[in-house]
């Protein structure tokens, strides 16, 4: 798994699909409500479980159960807390599946400006930029996200990889580093610092 792979998996599409696109986004807007489904009832809220689920990454020591882990709090980031927010995202997702890449700006665009700070939304766009190769546009959205959740190991690994392809790897390694200390487990990760390690010291013998 590479560390493009790393960054996309931030961006995997709610379960439900969609049978088309509709014609505006102000439609989304119209059905805007609170998801309050069983967190309303929970005796937790989401920061608190993200901190609990943070927590449970950083001492999993078997990486099959920490990766069951990452992918909880991949599904926390996931949820806006807003319906109108969360088809935006479901728009935006299959618009970038069929390559529409300008309607899922669109849509991106617009779920950033209603909730600045949903982490999601400011990831999935810098996905999007880097997979369109706008690196600095890509690590302007990466800023943002780690403003927000400075834990959030796809923007992690985004930021390293847009490094490692600017011939940063020094920075590279640094957010290697970074991401390792959320998330210590990652062989892929362990691997990517490591053979940057190796560079930087073949680099200086």
């Known amino acids: 798994m590479t560390a493009m792979r790393f960054f996309m998996l931030s961006t995997v599409c709610l379960s439900l699909a969609l049978a088309g696109l509709p014609p505006t986004v102000a439609l989304a807007q119209t059905v805007d409500k609170a998801s309050t489904g069983a967190a309303s009832g929970a005796f937790t809220t989401h920061a608190q479980r993200l901190e609990k689920l943070f927590d449970e990454l950083k001492h999993e020591g ?5 990766r069951g882990i990452a992918d909880q709090i991949r599904r926390e980031w996931q949820d806006s807390g807003s319906a109108s927010i969360n088809l935006l995202i479901q728009w935006a997702d299959k618009a970038i599946s069929e390559e529409k890449n300008a ?3 669109d849509f991106l665009d617009e779920a950033i400006r209603l909730k600045p700070d949903y982490v ?4 999935r766009r810098a996905t999007l930029h880097f997979k369109l190769g706008n ?3 890509s690590m302007s959205d990466i800023n943002r996200v780690l403003a927000i959740e400075p834990r959030h190991f796809g923007a992690l690994a985004g930021m390293a990889a847009i490094m490692a392809q600017t011939g940063r790897d020094e920075m590279a390694m640094k957010a290697w580093e970074r991401f390792l200390e959320v998330y210590p487990t990652e062989r892929q990760a362990q691997k ?8 930087l010291t073949g680099q200086r013998t």
């Open 62 to 66: 078997n990486p099959d159960a920490a």
């Open 103 to 105: 309607a899922a700006f």
């Open 120 to 123: 999601e939304g400011w990831n």
């Open 135 to 137: 690196y600095r546009k």
């Open 192 to 199: 990517e610092m490591g053979d940057l390690a190796e560079k």
